[in-house]
């Protein structure tokens, strides 16, 4: 067709409302193509035509794919005949060069796309990797068999264009589609790269069992990695072999393992990148190996977990975040990964390596604003593809350590994790989803266009024009405007976790500044209610600056003014702010890594209320949390400390732990973690005194179990293992599941008798080993105080004594408090069905009868003496104290057992109970008793709680009463409280007792 001629030609009707550049071309080229023998044609093809971008380049390409195809009339007859393949043609045609390349290179894939092709979902992994096997089988040569690749790869990359661009198949869907289709290629690049070097060199075998052949398996990272792979991806990889070795040998010799797989690796990235007639499959990338460039091309599993562990730095952590088995042995490269994974999800993370990731990201930052780009770079450009990327691995990488969700390789799925953990507000996920899914469609059209690899906009507003035609917008401008939009919104989230000072807190930053006279600050800190404001900043400096011989450095300084404004919120709802501050600082100071610290307060405000609380409540339990910081998940949110552990779950976190870390600490961690975990259960969550004893003895219970199982063995290397039945039983504050914090445990030991002359001293060995161990204290601190003074012939007794002899001693030679403290046993540990035995025979005892009369008066005398030089505020001691209550109640048990089996029990409130429901007690000395003994157990808990030591009497100190009481939330004077029920519970004592001794 001549210029000439084409100017004399105008455009159809049908065609008229295209927005053709040339009309006049484009009528020559429609009139040769419709004519009336093809009814349909035109009015099919106006509709595709009216879609297109770009309708004059899809009608030149249209002719050059009819010139191709072996049948144009056929062709030109299915486009008159269905509208939806014209469309699905010139849609293809429209959008890209790349694809226009492949179809009028293979016109043949027109048809299997339209015929055969699943176009609705993503080909399974496993489907295309055995399709390709299936034509790989055909030939044997190598070179033939990367044709077959090459022409693979292609004709699915059509297929895949096709769901992007005319079924609209989601981003994920695409992406996923795209991976796929890598790992199956890359499946039968390694398939053709090891047949000939196994007939030459035989299979590789392993050096340390020469009958197990080694394996081979290739590791995907970054997009391929995220299973998010666009239209010219690189694709990034890690070789990785079993074990070191030699091949079994073939006809060229035998060679090492090493060897042979360099070999191997760089046959596959031959198949897959060298540049042939057929193209190529993927540009692959191996700098992201072990040492880089400077490495070998494959590397032993030993070799590579190594490295990662003495040598990786900041940025490999970040891109192993993606890492993922691809081909090869899956098994193997899963194993990498599990091996990797404390360096790429460290517990806590260090501040060092933070900054050191952000300042690679501020470098990229600067290289492209450098060329001018930072407005139309889709990937690396202000709120493009990598800040959404950097943001998600930043969160992945400090919190996914602890919550092993957020461990995912793909981006979209691990921003609905952090969403779902509330590490992102609601807001943040749904938007940086959509500006993902937004620009990653971006960066496939531009891509696809050319089959290159392309981030940058269109600069010229006609081709800015025709690019947002392309994916849907009116012209260039509006399409600027969306994507400007959403770029800012998505850059606005990542500097909200970069930013070291938040929106209104500036005043912070002065109060922090030790070159600051931070008058401000000091004003703002007066009206949050700390006492002495000025005192206040001096310690606040303290933690943020650190001591003048030990100045901490700048990213700890950074990290506590971004969590500071949380952390003086939270100290102003205290009782005491100024001095929980005190506490704070006191115990900080202690910390050899305080940034360890800020950082997880930095990410979970709600965790500076907790910690807060922890250190305004108690010294004994920060203590804990100091000496193991790994522990400070076992308070980090409310749904953690919400459910109370029975026995069988705390043996299952031992078990774990014993797997988990040196198996000697295991039994250390699980008592100081659960007790920190009771601790915040009763200080966040209110829990009962009654809850809080039954917590902490299940879990005394559980480690006296563990460590009987220790002491039989080393009591067996000693004497010979025994057959005799072992019962280890529980009295006083252990046996009535009544244990505070600091609490003792008084322990008897009980063997069964006639089992064999040699058990005696078999079991005393075995208490005497389990009280060491219990009381021991080790690198790890100690369990444990014990008590054993309350077995059988108390201290001169023997330490272990047969079930004759214990039932032959209580029955006929213990004396009446004895008997009063062996209402409360209970079976802990050794053979339970035994043990329980000898504690249903000790309550059997213990109820058998009521008190002599000499008896009781012996035993009041020796309460009386008890109580005499007791302080007004002994909570245990004194006249209606803790003591005398119990007392109380135990004498009314024993006088009507015999008559109300129910009392046969060894809690005190619940033997209350009982008493009132069968009228042994009126209302107003159940009333007495029971909010009496419910206060005291509460006060003395917390009292406790402080310091972890056995303390039962309320401070002398108005100040420190005053403290106390607002921590346990009760308003008045604490002294003036505690009097008032003491003297109410005596009466109500002295009133149960009288009758008691009448009744004799």
Request: aromatic share 8%; net charge negative.
């Amino acid at each position: 067709m001549n210029f000439l001629g084409a100017l004399r030609h105008t455009v159809r009707v049908e065609f008229t409302g295209i927005g053709f550049s040339d009309p006049g071309a484009a009528g020559a080229r429609l009139d040769a193509l419709v004519d009336a023998g093809r009814a349909g044609l035109a009015a099919n093809l106006a509709e595709a035509l009216a879609a297109c971008a770009a309708p004059d380049a899809a009608l030149v390409r249209l002719e050059r794919f009819l010139e191709r195809t072996l049948s144009r009339e056929t062709v030109l007859a299915l486009m008159a005949d269905v509208p939806r393949y014209t469309q699905l043609l010139l849609t293809i045609l429209d959008q890209s060069h790349y694809l226009t390349d492949i179809v009028c290179r293979n016109p043949e894939y027109m048809s299997w796309l339209w015929q055969e092709a699943e176009l609705e979902q993503a080909q399974p992994r496993e489907a295309l990797a055995a399709a390709l096997h299936h034509q790989l089988g055909a030939v044997a040569a190598f070179e033939a068999q990367c044709r077959i690749i090459r022409r693979f790869h292609r004709r699915e990359m059509l297929r895949i264009a096709a769901r992007d661009l005319f079924v609209h198949a989601s981003v994920a869907s695409v992406t996923a589609d795209l991976s796929n289709l890598a790992d199956a290629t890359l499946e039968g690049a390694l398939e053709a790269a090891a047949a000939d070097l196994y007939v030459r060199y035989g299979r590789p075998m392993r050096c340390s069992d020469a009958r197990r052949e080694s394996t081979f398996g290739i590791m995907a990272l970054g997009k391929l990695g995220g299973r998010e792979l666009n239209f010219s991806s690189d694709v990034d990889l890690i070789f990785l072999y079993a074990a070191e070795g030699d091949t079994s040998g073939g006809h060229s010799g035998v060679m090492g393992n090493a060897e042979f797989y360099q070999k191997l690796g760089e046959r596959v990235i031959r198949a897959l990148a060298e540049h042939t007639e057929e193209g190529h499959v993927f540009r692959v990338d191996m700098r992201l190996r072990p040492y880089g460039n400077a490495g070998p091309l494959t590397v032993s599993l030993e070799s590579a977990v190594g490295y990662y562990e003495s040598a990786g730095d900041a940025w490999e952590r970040q891109a192993l975040i993606k890492c993922r088995p691809s081909a090869g042995d899956l098994a193997l490269c899963r194993e990498f990964i599990e091996r990797t994974r404390p360096f790429v999800y460290p517990r806590y993370f260090d501040d060092e390596t933070l900054e050191a990731i952000c300042d690679m990201k501020r470098l990229s930052e600067a290289e492209v604003a450098g060329r001018g780009r930072t407005g139309i770079e889709v990937k690396l450009g202000r709120g493009g593809i990598r800040d959404i990327e950097f943001t998600v691995q930043m969160l992945q990488m400090l919190h996914g350590g602890r919550i092993p969700e957020l461990r995912a390789v793909n981006t979209l799925e691990a921003i609905v994790a952090l969403g779902e953990r509330g590490l992102l507000r609601p807001f943040e996920a749904s938007a940086l989803a959509s500006n993902y899914a937004f620009l990653r469609e971006i960066e496939h059209r531009l891509q696809i266009e050319g089959g290159q690899q392309r981030h940058v906009l269109p600069e010229t507003s006609v081709k800015r024009d025709e690019f947002a035609r392309r994916l849907g917008y009116p012209d260039g401008e509006s399409f600027l405007s969306a994507y400007q939009d959403r770029t800012r919104e998505t850059r606005a989230i990542l500097e909200r976790f970069l930013a070291v000072k938040g929106a209104g807190t500036l005043w912070v930053a002065d109060l922090l500044n030790p070159l600051s006279d931070g008058e401000e600050g000091v004003a703002r800190l007066g009206a949050m209610g700390f006492a002495a404001p000025e005192k206040a900043r001096g310690e606040l400096l303290l933690l943020a600056n650190g001591p003048p011989e030990r100045p901490h450095s700048a990213h700890v300084r950074q990290h506590f003014a971004s969590v500071a404004p949380a952390l003086l919120e939270a100290l102003a709802r205290a009782g005491d702010p100024d001095a929980s501050l005190v506490r704070l600082g006191q115990i900080l100071a202690t910390v050899a890594a305080p940034g360890v610290i800020y950082d997880v307060l930095r990410w979970s405000p709600e965790f500076c209320g907790h910690l807060v609380t922890l250190v305004s409540n108690s010294r004994y339990l920060t203590e804990i949390l100091i000496r193991d910081p790994a522990l400070f998940e076992t308070f980090s949110s409310e749904r953690v400390l919400a459910a109370s552990r029975s026995r069988e779950d705390l043996k299952g976190e031992l078990a774990y732990l014993s797997q988990a870390y040196d198996s000697e600490a295991a039994l250390y961690r699980l008592r100081n973690g659960e007790t920190l975990r009771i601790g915040m259960r009763e200080l966040m969550l209110n829990t009962t005194v009654l809850d809080v004893g039954r917590e902490l003895s299940v879990l005394a219970d559980v480690c006296v179990e563990q460590i009987v199982q220790r002491a039989r063995a080393l009591a067996a290397a000693r004497h010979g293992l025994s057959e005799a039945r072992f019962a280890v039983l529980g009295l006083g504050k252990l046996g009535g599941q009544e244990l505070n914090y600091g609490s003792d445990l008084d322990l008897v030991f009980v063997y069964e008798g006639g089992a064999g002359v040699d058990s005696g001293a078999y079991f005393a060995e075995v208490g005497t080993q389990a009280i060491r161990l219990l009381k021991e204290p080790t690198q790890y601190g100690f369990l444990y105080d014990v008590d054993a003074r309350l077995r059988p012939d108390g201290s001169k007794g023997v330490l272990a004594v047969s079930s004759n002899r214990f039932s032959q001693y209580f029955t006929e030679e213990a004396q009446a408090w004895e008997r009063l403290a062996l209402m409360k046993i209970r079976a802990i540990a050794g053979d339970l069905d035994f043990a329980e035995k000898i504690a249903e025979q000790g309550r059997a005892i213990a109820f058998a009868r009521p008190m002599k009369p000499d008896e009781a008066v012996h035993t009041e005398a020796l309460q009386r003496k008890l109580a005499q030089n007791a302080s007004p505020l002994d909570l245990k001691k004194g006249e209606g104290g803790l003591a005398e209550i119990e007392f109380a109640v135990r004498m009314r048990q024993l006088q009507y057992a015999a008559d109300v089996p129910e009392l046969v029990r060894g809690d005190v409130l619940g033997a209350i109970d009982v008493l009132v429901l069968n009228t042994l007690l009126d209302a107003e000395a159940f009333g007495a008793l029971t909010l009496t003994y419910l206060l005291f157990r509460r006060i003395e808990n917390r009292i406790r709680m402080m310091d972890g030591r056995p303390n039962s009497v309320v401070p002398e100190s108005a100040i420190e009463r005053a403290d106390l009481a607002k921590r346990i939330g009760i308003e008045g004077d604490l002294a003036e409280l505690v009097v008032e029920h003491k003297v109410r519970a005596h009466a109500v004592c002295r009133k149960i007792l009288s009758n008691a001794n009448e009744s004799k």
